[in-house]
């Protein structure tokens, strides 16, 4: 795989008061680099009609799609919440296609990881800083909306507690582009 070296692009606010480093990930090439063999591919998880790709990053612990299937796989907006045992879960809030993360954001202790996605790494920079910038505000406007979702539905479940997470979450992540 292709590693592009971490790299600080900004320190943005987070719920606990503190501030959070937004990192690049490691990153593929763009798609039409990649091998077609999809060896590199990480495998699907999940139910067996609703199957989905965690980001490469989160490896290990049980993963959780939260959001809707078509045909199979996790589709649409959503949360991918995997736990590795005695640490804080990991999220990928954003867009998934065909069980893959497209656009969206992961949110890890270390701070969050914007942008495209394919076969479960960000996809590399744009040369272009303005175009990449553009990116990232779409990544994490994708995100607040997938946060917004799971609220909702947890809220039309009865569980206030986690519709009250998921709504914190929403706007902490629209109010990192401020």
């Excluded at 795989?1 to 959070?20: E, R």
């Excluded at 091998?35 to 139910?47: I, L, N």
């Excluded at 539905?153 to 990192?176: C, E, I, M, P, V």
């Amino acid at each position: 795989m292709w590693l592009a070296p971490l790299a600080i692009v900004g320190c943005l606010a987070c719920n606990s008061g503190t501030a959070k480093e937004v990192i690049a990930a490691p990153t593929t090439p763009p798609p039409a680099a990649l091998p077609s063999s999809g060896a590199s591919e990480p495998p699907y998880e999940g139910q067996p009609g609703c199957r989905f790709q965690r980001p490469a990053i989160g490896t290990g612990g049980r993963a959780e799609w939260l959001g809707g299937c078509h045909k199979g796989f996790a589709e649409g907006i959503g949360v991918i919440v995997y736990a590795l045992e005695g640490a804080e879960p990991q999220r990928f809030y954003g867009q998934l296609e065909s069980g893959s993360p497209s656009i969206g954001v992961l949110h890890t202790s270390g701070g969050f990881m914007a942008g495209r996605w394919n076969h479960g790494s960000v996809i590399a920079d744009l040369p272009d800083g303005i175009a990449q910038r553009n990116v990232v505000i779409d990544a994490f406007r994708k995100a607040a909306d997938a946060a917004t979702a799971a609220s909702r539905s947890f809220a039309k479940k009865g569980d206030a507690d986690a519709s009250r997470f998921y709504a914190t979450q929403a706007r902490n992540l629209d109010n990192q582009m401020d």
